[in-house]
């Protein structure tokens, strides 16, 4: 009987030290790595285009953090890239031989090249802005950067615009860099977005 009765105590202190095991495991704190990369997912819940968000900024969680400003300033550096990627590959298309592309259709890249060009330089400047985003000016500053931001995505957009539709212009080239376009403007797109939630801060 005693024998039973010592099993017994073993059993419960057995389950007690389970249930308490489970207690502590459902208080720990989230990770911090976890954290920030659910603030970006959450933030990114407010662009157009939030899967390209979080896949373009999760890289830079241990920077972002749970920083607003760290988190816009990685989607306009993400952008800028973006629009420089989709220049070159306009240039390269342009300067290579064969690329399928009548003397129109070279116009119209050029034309496209130089209002990537414009979006560049825009997406620059607001970078530049993200580094002053202190004191009094404030809001001011978030304004200029919504113009800069604005500006860029116009452009980008009026360069996917005019690319050629006709048939002297060969399906591949065109796909490229429509490819390269389309993902600029949702970059672009996206970090507007979270430009404007700087308003608040």
């Not at 954290?35 to 900024?57: D, E, H, M, V, W």
Request: aromatic fraction near 2%.
């Amino acid at each position: 009987m005693a024998f039973r009765s010592g099993s017994l105590m073993a059993l419960i202190l057995l389950v007690a030290l389970a249930v308490s095991a489970g207690t502590c495991s459902a208080a720990r704190p989230e990770p911090s790595g976890a954290k920030n990369l659910n603030f970006i997912r959450s933030s990114c819940g407010a662009t157009q285009y939030p899967s390209l968000c979080f896949s373009s900024l999760s890289a830079y969680a241990s920077t972002i953090q749970r920083s607003p400003v760290q988190l816009a300033q990685a989607a306009l550096s993400v952008s800028l890239t973006g629009a420089r990627t989709s220049a070159a590959t306009i240039t390269k298309l342009l300067k290579g031989s064969g690329a399928g592309v009548g003397a129109r259709e070279a116009e119209a890249m050029n034309d496209c090249l130089e209002n990537m060009g414009d979006s560049v330089e825009e997406l620059r400047d607001s970078l530049k802005e993200m580094g002053h985003l202190k004191g009094k000016d404030l809001r001011l500053r978030v304004n200029d950067m919504q113009t800069w931001v604005s500006s860029a995505l116009t452009d980008e957009n009026t360069c996917m615009e005019g690319l050629p539709t006709t048939a002297s212009m060969k399906v591949g080239v065109r796909g490229t860099i429509r490819g390269e376009i389309v993902k600029a403007v949702q970059l672009t797109s996206n970090a507007l977005s979270l430009i404007n939630g700087l308003s608040g801060v």
